[in-house]
């Protein structure tokens, strides 16, 4: 595995390139879905990148109608809302992602427990996380 | 462990100013107006130069109002300079963890008499940047790109909490009611409507519009009606939110030794706790808040009082699923029952143990860096008996306040006692 700093811009940069990278504690082997340099369950600094499945089920979500402003410049608004979860990975950390391939109008659709699993949404020039239901 | 304060500490004097939209009012204003309230209700009156310190909880004045560096501004506009002067931030809790540091620097002996106050002006934005400023007491990196809003993060609790006890979300419906009942008795607050007289004028607006009237049955069917209640972080919809406000609170806090030159009758602070998390996506439970309960737990250990002792409290219903999970997370309520409390009555003004008289953050209003110094404005009103027409029929001699900052990565408990 190539050595990259355990920085935000390095997980991004792995998810550009279409892998979710979690960090894992060579220690205590706890996992987390995002990027840390000391462990937060030891307090080791002996980490490593792992890549994570991108499959879990989702512990809460929303559907958005109010959006911050890079979404709202991105086309959502009242009329064309969104979906956001939080996802319990697989391997067990959290992270939170906007749900694709929902229908955010039929929000009864949608239900906590829910499988899930990840997928590389390009927004312009940004890349984001996203998670589409499986099956 | 139970841990104690080194010295007694008192709160001695408590303002709040007129919650709202104050176009031609910033902070310095807004402060000002609290402090004078504060000022006229010490009963032995107070000499501001006595005041060694000034705690000034604010979120955001820098995003809010592009004005850093707050508090000697602040300072200044009252008559404090040069007394110590500074802003604590820890989001939505701000003005909870000002007074906190106030009274530990009371207790630690440094000061015998500091003030503590909290200020937020937030309606100069657009509502959208507005969102966007609230939004960044979230995680930015890897929450805001993901999407997420304040309505969002406590969206997806109540989702989470729906699916674990089985809490239908018109459920939610009941808290909001109840607090804007509450409201309609303060005048201090942003929203004093019944949510049936917030239905009335509306009907009556389309009637003289000459429109054509809605026909809403009861508060229920108006509050179901997405053209009158639309969602904003579906399941949650307008009137589950705080509103955008602008205001300020201020408390006077001194050692309990010089308490009697002020007033016969200081509220003794006899618990605090503080108490930080994960991000949401760093947590175990999205349906409870663990740094409420251990915040909690501080306080009532640090009290020595449990939490059926508890006469009444302000808690921290940004949201109103957030007072649902504010009420279990204090152990005034089981797990799962809590959304049961505000239909049950039992958190009304006549009920078993009444939350957020002053309407809470729902109908008072929220203007974030103010509203945990406001909380203990409204203890020390009811704890008086000088509530006015929300006073409470019971005497309360023991009550808490609850504030939280941003999802729940902040929460701050105090309990106080009537001296």
Known sequence: MVEREFTHASWAEFLAEGKLMGVRCRACGALSAVPRLVCPACRVEDLEWVELSGRGAVEGFTVI??????????????????????????????????????????????????????????????????????? | MKRK?????????????????????????????????????????????????????????????????????????????????????DACASGGVALRQAVLAVASGLYDVVLVGGVERMTALPTEAVTDTLATAGDVLYEFSAGFTFPGFYAAMATAYAAKYGMPYEALFAVARKNHAHGALNDKAQFGMTIRAIMD?????????????????????????????????????????????????????????????????????????QASDACLYGRADLASLRAAREAAAQAYAMAGVTPDQIKLAEVHDC?????????????????????????????????????????????????VGASGVAQVVELWKQMRGEAGPRQVARDVDLALAHNVGGTGQTCVVHILERG
């Open chain 1, 65 to 135: 109608h109010v959006p911050p402003t890079p979404l709202a410049a991105a086309g959502y608004g009242r009329d064309r809302p969104y979906a956001s979860a939080v996802v319990r990975l697989d391997e067990g950390p959290w992270i939170t992602a906007q749900l694709v391939g929902v229908d955010p109008q039929r929000p009864e659709s949608l239900r906590v427990g829910m499988r899930v699993r990840a997928e590389v949404v390009h927004q312009g020039e940004a890349v984001r996380l996203g998670f589409r239901p499986e099956g």
């Open chain 2, 5 to 89: 304060l080194g010295r007694g500490v008192a709160v001695v004097g408590a303002g709040v100013g007129k919650f709202g939209a104050f176009p031609r009012h910033d902070s310095r204003d807004l402060f000002a107006q609290a402090f004078r309230e504060l000022r006229a209700s010490v009963d032995r009156g107070f000499d501001p130069a006595e005041v060694e310190a000034l705690y000034l909880g604010n979120y955001s004045s820098d995003l809010f109002e592009h004005q850093g560096h707050l508090a000697p501004i602040v300072a200044s506009w009252v008559g404090l300079t040069p007394r110590a002067a500074l802003r604590v931030e």
């Open chain 2, 201 to 273: 004028r509306r009907m009556a607006k389309a009637r003289e519009k000459g429109g054509p009237v809605p026909s809403w049955e009861d508060e229920l069917d108006f509050l179901r009606d997405p053209g009158a209640n639309p969602p904003v972080a579906w399941p949650l919809r307008l009137f589950d939110c705080s509103p955008i406000t602008d205001g300020a609170a201020a408390l006077l806090v001194v050692a309990e030794k010089v308490a009697r030159r002020y007033t016969d009758r200081p509220l003794r602070v006899l618990g605090t706790g």
């Open chain 2, 319 to 367: 949201f109103t699923i957030a007072e649902v999970l504010a009420i279990e997370d204090l152990g005034l309520f089981p797990p799962g029952q809590g959304w049961r409390a505000a239909a049950d009555g039992a958190t009304s003004r006549e009920g078993r143990i009444p939350v957020n008289t002053s309407g809470g953050l729902k109908a008072k209003g929220h203007p």
